[in-house]
């Protein structure tokens, strides 16, 4: 079946721009979650959605960065006025329910701020 | 102290041989333990999951889980160049399934 998928695969933005980044799970899946991948680190989680709701967003490094999720499926996180720091790989992840172990990830949207 | 920690090499192993990666975590409630391989430029694909202590063989992997020494490990049979990706390890450190990450181990497979 398709897996997780993401869009776009690469952006390039200036300094100061608004990016907003799209998850589409696996179906079914009602656990989300974001993580970013900055050059040469490891994974940062960011937020975790159960259904629409996001039970931790402690992950989010500012106020500039958001997300949602829309009917159960489909996720958006928003950076607004991106900054250089913010340049990393964004990856997205999906698992059955809440307590399901295994979390499967999509390509990732590779986000360069010039 | 970081809460998963592994050895980031590179590890070189000739082809054929048996790799060894070692993980250690800080969170004793840590319930859930996976590596994930991923490949330069790509994201990382789940190859083994492990819950239990003792060992968990799938193919040419082996998972190794000691949680009283906060160890799990991961053995790579007839290691191949296909191997050669960074191997992460991830604790499930949270009952709602947040992942936490070592900094990875590369894997470098030689003919």
């Known amino acids: 079946g398709a897996g997780v998928s993401q869009s776009p695969s690469n952006k390039v933005t200036e300094k100061g721009k608004d990016v907003e980044l799209r998850c589409d799970p696996i179906s079914g899946h009602t656990a989300l979650y974001w993580y970013r991948q900055s050059l040469g680190q490891g994974l940062e989680f960011l937020i975790y959605?159960?259904?629409?709701?996001?039970?931790?967003k402690s992950g989010l490094p500012s106020d500039r960065f958001s997300a949602e999720r829309t009917g159960g499926s489909v996720s958006t996180l928003t950076i607004q006025r991106t900054q250089q720091e913010d340049s990393a790989v964004y990856l997205c992840?999906?698992?059955?329910?809440?307590?399901?172990?295994?979390?499967?990830f999509g390509p990732g949207t590779r986000l360069t701020v010039t | 102290q970081k809460e998963v920690e592994q050895n980031s090499g590179p590890l070189s192993v000739p082809e054929g041989a048996i790799a060894s990666l070692n993980c250690t975590y800080s969170?004793?409630?840590?319930?859930?333990f996976f590596w994930y391989r991923q490949y330069s430029g790509k994201s990382p694909e789940l190859i083994m999951s492990?819950?239990?202590?003792g060992d968990k063989e799938d193919g040419r992997f082996t998972a190794q889980l000691n949680k009283a020494s906060q160890y799990v490990s991961l053995l790579i049979r007839d290691s191949q160049p296909s191997d050669s990706a960074t191997y992460l390890c991830?604790?499930?450190?949270?009952?709602?399934?947040?992942?936490?990450f070592g900094a990875g181990t590369q894997v470098v497979v030689t003919p």
């Open positions: 992840a999906s698992s059955p329910t809440r307590n399901s172990y295994e979390q499967y």
């Open positions: 492990i819950y239990s202590n």
């Open positions: 959605f159960q259904g629409n709701s996001a039970p931790d």
């Open positions: 969170d004793r409630v840590s319930q859930s």
């Open positions: 991830a604790v499930k450190a949270d009952s709602w399934g947040k992942l936490q």
